[in-house]
RNA sequence: GUCCCCGUCGUCUAGCCCGGCCUAGGACACCGCCCUUUCACGGCGAUAACACGGGUUCAAAUCCCGUCGGGGACGCCA
């Protein structure tokens, strides 16, 4: 147990609250991944809970993408509830608060311009004439059927001061005067946000709430809350926020499906590549680690090593990922054993339209796992192990770039083509029988291999000859061979 | 506007709490060199930061104050 909690001494219960009002955002992604690095370092619970208490906003697509995004994370949780689902709770708990005076009904008419003075003179604190309602007048307004807000009655000019140790942030501390009178329910009689959160965080007995620096404030109002709910407030600790090159916090609607964790996924990030990049924003594990397996990192974690800072997610218009994450990616996917990365690579190649076995796969695995950083580069570095029929050859690249020319392109392939046909397809000795071919022809061997690899492969840039002509076997090569002469000979 | 938070290389960060070991460390990216049949991997190297100004101190990235800059919250959204 690293951090000291109000309960400590008990095992920890976290909770992960996102909204579904979308697809699971990278933001959205590292907070889950922090409470379930902190519950399982600390051998708690983690909650998951679908704060849907919007049901303008709420799809049940998002309630799909979610899961979805989280299954591929593959990080368990232990509990699961729906907000909606606890609407009696959340309604028993407003009027308990109500009923302690320390709440009051709004008579104002739900969208009401907020305009006014405020503007020119700090925030709104609450719409004047319905604080100081009597209670008769409000319920005698309320029975008639009046629609009305439950707004929490915030103390006023006592300099009451509002405090918390946050984990991350440290003391924190508000003048109640300077928190507007907050909405508990909502004029249709459902309850907003933070009073089904903080109902259900006192009811599911949460321990730490860990969630983004954008409700640092808001925690002021959860403070009131809890007091109004007679329950000892959960400790906190907030995370400092992600946010784009230009600075803004990272939003569905600005940055759009760059920040998406399906976009990763379908790039080829291994999902343990994608934690291992996202718990490096905003925290470390103060040694120079930073590739890390899932198990070294959860060891590691502790709420104290969270810094302070935002953290900017590094990508363009060009590039939606950030460099590190990707490196990262290169770097989890060398990790992998041939035989698992070859099962990773397979959902790739099928959706590229290869058709590509497991054997197959198997055997160009360890020919681009060096080659690749997502996953999603293997086919089209792979492809011509899996094209029946080649792209056209460029002349111009079946000719050695250092001083050759057509005709030496040719005489190589020509030879070549006589060496190959008896030649064993195994490394060593295609090692011995080209190097020998190139001596013989009176070149180096980078020379001699350009037009042979561009003519089996189809490009310059591709694996080490020997390894990939093994795979390819003799009658494609051959074959190959023969077209990129024709293709030189056509052209004179 | 009001309140809250933050400010070390382009980016992620170590160092800050407990001043000296910091002529500020690591990583990514970029550039160069080496390895090499191409590409990649790997190795080596280079460029690059304590926002600014005042204090305190023998000594400040580290403590204090101020300024500036950035972000967040101010919804009957979450």
Sequence with gaps: MTDSAPSSGKSPRVRFAP??????????????????????????????????????????????????????????????????ERLALHRRQAEAIFAKGLAYRDFTPAHADPGEQSSSQGAWLFNPGMRELTREDSDRRA?????FALR???????????????????????????????????????PTYHLASCADDADLRITHIIRGQDHLTNTFKH?????????????????????????????????????????????GFLPQAFINFLCLLGWSPKD????????????????????????????????????????LNAEHIRALSVEELSRQLAPFFAQAGFEATPEKILAVTPLIRERIKLLG?????????????????????????????????LRVLQYAQE???TTNFDHDSLDQALRAAAAHLGL????????????????????????????LGRELCLARIRQAMESLQTRE
């Design 377 to 409: 580069e293997a086919p089209a570095a792979a492809d011509f192990f899996f094209l029946p029929q080649l792209a056209p050859y460029d002349p111009a690249e079946l000719i050695p770039s250092k001083g050759g020319d057509a005709a030496m392109a």
């Design 288 to 327: 120079d680690r930073e590739f890390m397996s899932l198990d070294e990192i959860r060891e590691a974690f502790t709420l104290e090593n969270v810094n302070r800072s935002n953290a900017v997610v590094n990508f363009t218009e060009e590039d939606p990922f950030d460099p590190k994450a990707v490196w």
């Design 143 to 147: 029975t008639s059927g009046e629609p």
């Design 223 to 267: 403070l009131l809350i809890f007091e109004g709910l007679s329950t000892p407030p959960p400790q906190f600790a907030h995370l400092p926020l992600l946010v784009a090159p230009d600075g803004a916090k990272l939003s569905k609607r600005r940055h759009g499906p760059v920040v998406s964790v399906t976009t990763y996924r379908d790039a």
């Design 419 to 421: 060496v190959l046909a």
């Design 444 to 471: 180096k061997a980078g020379q001699a291999f350009q037009p042979i690899r561009v003519a089996v492969c189809g490009r310059k840039n591709a694996p080490p000859l020997f390894e990939t002509m093994t795979v």
């Design 19 to 84: 909204s579904p009002t979308g697809f699971l955002h990278v933001g959205s992604a590292r907070t889950f991944i922090f409470n379930w690095l902190y519950a399982r370092h600390n051998g708690g619970t983690l909650v998951l809970r679908l704060d849907d208490t919007d049901v303008e906003r709420n799809t049940d697509a998002s309630v799909q993408s979610i899961f979805e995004g989280l299954r591929w994370l593959g990080l368990s949780w232990d509990e699961e509830y729906k907000q909606s």
């Design 152 to 190: 929490y009655r915030v103390p006023r000019g006592e300099d009451r001061v509002l405090r918390f140790v946050d984990a991350v942030y440290g003391e924190q501390s508000k003048l109640a005067d300077e928190v507007e009178d907050f909405a508990l329910l909502r004029s249709d009689g459902n």
